[in-house]
């Protein structure tokens, strides 16, 4: 199968069979190809070549360079659904969410191609006469992309689309977990680029394949002046003194600890099936799942059985053949989450779930039954990010406890209410409501639309990518202030003969 797919997908043999480093399908745990990962020299070198296709990139009008997007998006199109499957095969999450992943791809571009036209700055009034002042977006230069396993194409697309509209080139270090689908998205942004013709230069967009030693060649040198790095908060809290260091810009998007508030007046209904998807989907793998359900003590009874019962008929198996729930990454995952869930018990918390299945099946595969945890406080447990499909319970009495509780975590990604008081869904997005940068109301926390800026405050890192003004972020901003005047008056009244 796979050799079908990348077959179509446009990628060589030879970068996916004659390489030293496995890679391996968390479906199974088979090996499905083998990668070159790549030394010091090797990313240097191809930092040179990023800088040179960067001087020349740049001076392609901005438009145009929409053009190329465009083009990207319509591989993106006519390639979904081997994409959408490679995504499957390799990080495990089901054909569904993996075609969701490519469409989030596809709709970015669509941004991406409109903002080609809009990357405009302002005018502003000068104090001094004959003057007028104005504000310039220009160029950055080759941007540095580090993403995560769990979420192998669409990030990387959301920073891409965007960064090469603006008239940068790139380079993306993908997880060395999934390494496939990076080398899929490059192959077909090559055949975008060889049907958009010679203004696109040749090292536009480059993958370095490797572990974090590759990353940090990216973040410590100072010819890349933004890094925007998806993945944990250990990561980040590694990557973003380096790239300070020498005063680059980062664009961090960490781990997250999202949590539902569930008011009496809320539709449980509604609620319920937001639950499911958003603390079960992607085996509980996206930085926006559900991890914390903070319930009102009148209906916490009803809605943890309601609960219980949906996980209860939740499929869970190969993520290609129509389950809900896939595997984890790998064993590692595994042992995190039953070392938690152990820890739980040992402190009196009530567990339901969380057990291995198929391991017959599937020995070297780690499918898992998604976890419910109730717990009497919001202890270090529940306040870190384990990344399985874990869902803590708590309950709360009044409103301003729930909001203690949703913002009492490190992280601040995603957040959500379930109310049909508008007192509470107002307050809830107020100045004094949810800390985390993304806050909804009536609908779960994960799923985000390209719209909107996307990211989180606190632990979470603070970035923001996809839409609103985003782009901002890939170029530099320039004031300018011009004299067409004969006098030469200074600011601030200031006399100086
Ligand atoms: P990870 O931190 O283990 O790895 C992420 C990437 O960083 C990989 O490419 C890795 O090689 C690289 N890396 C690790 N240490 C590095 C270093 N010191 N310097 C440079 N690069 C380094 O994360 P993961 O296990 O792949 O992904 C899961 C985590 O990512 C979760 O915490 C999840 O919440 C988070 N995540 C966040 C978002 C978001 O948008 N906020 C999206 C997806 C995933």
């Not at 993306?172 to 192959?187: D, F, H």
């Amino acid at each position: 199968m796979i050799d079908t797919i990348m077959q179509r997908l446009g990628v060589a043999e030879t970068l996916y069979r004659d390489g030293n480093y496995a890679v391996t399908s968390p479906t199974d745990g088979a090996e499905i190809g083998r990668v070159q990962l790549e030394g010091r020299g090797q990313v240097q070198a191809r930092i040179d070549r990023a800088q040179a296709a960067f001087e020349s990139w740049r001076q392609v009008p901005a438009p145009r360079r929409g053009e190329l997007v465009r083009l990207f998006g319509e591989q993106l199109r006519l390639h979904k659904e081997d994409l959408g499957a490679l995504v499957t095969l390799e990080c495990g999450k089901i054909y569904q969410e993996g075609l969701g992943e490519v469409q989030e791809m596809i709709d970015i571009c669509d941004l991406a191609v409109g903002q080609s036209r809009q990357l405009y700055g302002l005018t502003i009034a000068s104090e001094r006469p004959g003057h007028h002042m104005r504000e310039s977006w220009h160029p950055l230069g080759p941007i540095g992309l580090i993403t995560a396993f769990n979420f192998p194409v669409a990030p990387w697309a959301w920073n891409a689309a965007l960064a090469l509209v603006c008239g940068n080139s790139l380079l993306w270090k993908p997880s060395e977990k999934t390494p496939l689908c990076a080398l899929a998205c490059q192959a077909l942004l090559d055949r975008a680029m060889q049907e958009f013709g010679d203004d696109a230069p040749r090292d536009l967009s480059q993958v370095i394949i490797g572990e974090r030693e590759a990353g940090e060649c990216l973040t410590d040198d100072p010819r890349v002046p933004l890094i925007s790095a998806t993945g944990s908060t250990r990561m980040g809290r590694e990557v973003a003194p380096r790239v300070a260091a020498r005063f680059g810009r980062s664009i961090l998007e960490l781990g997250g600890n999202n949590a539902m508030i569930l008011a009496p007046s809320a539709d449980l209904d509604m609620a319920v099936r937001a639950i499911l998807f958003s603390a079960v989907g992607t085996a509980g793998q996206r930085c926006t799942t559900l991890r914390r359900l903070v319930v009102h003590e009148s209906v916490r009874d009803e809605v943890v059985e309601r609960v219980k019962k949906a996980y209860a008929n939740v499929s869970i198996g190969d993520p290609m053949e129509g389950s809900l729930v896939g595997p984890l990454i790998d064993s590692q995952a595994f042992e995190q989450m039953q070392s938690v869930l152990q820890s739980a018990r040992q402190q009196g918390a009530q567990v339901f779930g969380g057990e291995r299945q198929l391991a017959d099946a599937y020995p070297n595969g780690y499918y898992v039954t998604p976890a419910i945890v109730e717990v009497e406080q919001q202890n270090e447990l529940v306040r870190n990010e384990t990344f399985a499909p874990i869902l803590y319970v708590l309950s709360y009495r009044d409103f301003d406890e729930a909001l203690a509780l949703n913002n009492d975590v490190p992280q601040g990604l995603s957040s959500c209410v379930f109310t049909t008081d508008v007192r509470e869904a107002e307050a809830f997005i107020s100045d004094l409501g949810s800390d985390c940068g993304i806050a909804n109301v009536n609908i779960g926390p994960s799923g985000a639309e390209i719209g909107g800026a996307f990211g989180g405050e606190k632990e979470t890192g603070g970035g923001r990518e996809s839409g609103s003004d985003v782009w901002k972020s890939y170029m530099r901003r320039q004031t300018n202030t011009v004299n067409y005047s004969r006098e030469l008056p200074l600011a601030q009244g200031i006399k100086f003969d």
